[in-house]
């Protein structure tokens, strides 16, 4: 597609539950990056993919977290057991290889409210 | 302790007032950029800097990066109320694969008629 897509924007979820957020990012764009970002902050990383491996997952917060990339396009961040403290917008960026220099576009990001 | 240091974190003046906004680490970047994000967007890439002591127009706004590749500016001339956004520095590590971007904590810019 022309640019990152998430969905949904928004999901409240009650403390406890399973959810799954979805990134679909740009055509062709081999890197996919998962961030988090809390209220009047920049984003804080969580997890890198270049293809299906995720290269890099040190930003993951705790094993509650997961994401995939089965077949090297669309993403999926689960978190699991949902806790308040997880509410965040959580953002999607595409590049082409995962250099600075070729650019990353992201999405608009899920804003996900556990009550 | 965050690896970008960003200031100020919040900036409100009137139309025509020039700012600048800094951005500070211990560290070195192989590149930094700049990001403006209006409320319920993702960040809008607004310019990347590689070289030591590079500086980048774009209209109004002038970046630039340190000599040493640790610290970056971003200067607004005359800001106008379509300026207001948050504004966020981010760079990648050097010697960092992939590509990771640390981001400072932002500036909340609001540019008052």
């Known amino acids: 597609g022309a640019g990152v897509s998430q969905t949904p924007s928004n999901k409240v979820t009650e403390k406890g539950k399973y959810v799954e957020l979805r990134c679909d990012p740009i055509s062709g764009h081999t890197a996919l990056y998962w961030y988090r970002q809390s209220l009047g902050q920049g984003p804080e990383f969580l997890i890198y993919f270049q293809g299906t491996g995720a290269a890099d997952d040190s930003g993951l917060p705790n094993d509650r977290f997961f994401a995939v990339r089965p077949e090297g396009s669309v993403s999926t961040l689960k978190i699991q057991r949902t806790e308040r403290g997880d509410s965040a917008v959580y953002l999607c960026?595409?590049?082409?290889?995962?250099?600075?220099?070729?650019?990353?576009?992201f999405g608009s990001g899920t804003r996900l409210t556990v009550v | 302790t965050q690896l970008l240091e960003q200031s100020p974190q919040f900036l409100s003046i009137q139309e025509g007032e020039n700012l600048t906004v800094y951005c500070n680490s211990s560290s070195v970047f192989s590149s930094l950029q700049w990001y403006r994000q209006e409320p319920g967007e993702g960040p809008v890439l607004l310019v990347t800097v590689v070289t030591g002591g590079e500086v980048k127009k774009l209209k109004r706004l002038t970046f630039q990066f340190g000599d040493a590749r640790k610290d970056s500016s971003l200067h607004i001339t005359a800001a106008q109320p379509g300026d207001t956004g948050l504004y966020l520095c981010a760079g990648v590590l050097l010697y960092n694969q992939g590509g990771k971007l640390i981001f400072g904590q932002g500036t909340e810019l609001s540019v008052k008629p």
């Open positions: 960026a595409s590049s082409r290889n995962g250099q600075s220099l070729s650019g990353y576009t």
